[in-house]
């Protein structure tokens, strides 16, 4: 679960910085990293797309461990799930829309190529993308905390309040 998690900070800094650079490169009319701007919009797109994806199959992915988990074992609160799922009620808005503003100015930078439309259509694209990309990465951020906290709990690796067992326990029972 942790490679993941790390996975996808990693992969949210890199698509950060790269569509950071594409909209400069776009601004300034130059490229970076030896490739033009239409390359690197389309090396930043993959990787964006491919992190997006990763974040949406990571909660997906957790969520049937928890129902596996609370099914094989008795006794444990259903309430783990109801909140897994609150947690992706929460998420998938915010990551939904980014990935589809970021893919359409992709695509409106094509057009802005063929001098099909105007260049201030592509870059209010961008400015919109950079402003929900830093949303969802707040949200994104907090779901995997409160996800994580989820399944310590869980497991009993801590408590309601993220304390370990022994920091959470009653001190009158010792």
């Known amino acids: 679960m942790y490679i993941f998690m790390y996975l996808i900070y990693i992969m949210s800094i890199t698509s950060l910085v790269g569509l950071t650079l594409v909209g400069l490169g776009g601004f300034l009319h130059r490229g970076f990293l030896g490739m033009n701007h239409p390359t690197l919009a389309l090396l930043v797109s993959v990787i964006f797309l491919a992190t997006e994806t990763l974040v949406m199959f990571f909660f997906v992915g957790t969520g049937v461990s928890i129902k596996e988990?609370?099914?094989?074992?008795?006794?444990?609160?259903?309430?783990?799930?109801?909140?897994?799922?609150?947690?992706?009620?929460?998420?998938?808005?915010?990551?939904?829309?980014?990935?589809?503003v970021v893919m359409v100015t992709f695509v409106i930078g094509g057009a802005v190529d063929r001098h099909l439309i105007s260049h201030w259509w592509h870059l209010a694209g961008w400015i919109i993308s950079m402003w929900l990309f830093l949303r969802a990465l707040r949200v994104q951020h907090r779901a995997l905390r409160d996800n994580t906290a989820i399944i310590l709990e869980m497991v009993?690796?801590?408590?309601?309040?993220?304390?370990?067992?022994?920091?959470?326990?009653?001190?009158?029972?010792?």
Do not use: Q
Request: charged share 25%; hydrophobic share 25%; glycine share 8%.
């Open 69 to 100: 988990y609370i099914r094989d074992h008795a006794g444990v609160d259903h309430d783990f799930h109801r909140r897994s799922v609150a947690i992706k009620r929460v998420l998938y808005p915010p990551t939904l829309n980014v990935t589809l």
């Open 156 to 174: 009993g690796l801590s408590g309601p309040t993220g304390d370990t067992p022994s920091e959470s326990a009653d001190p009158e029972s010792s």
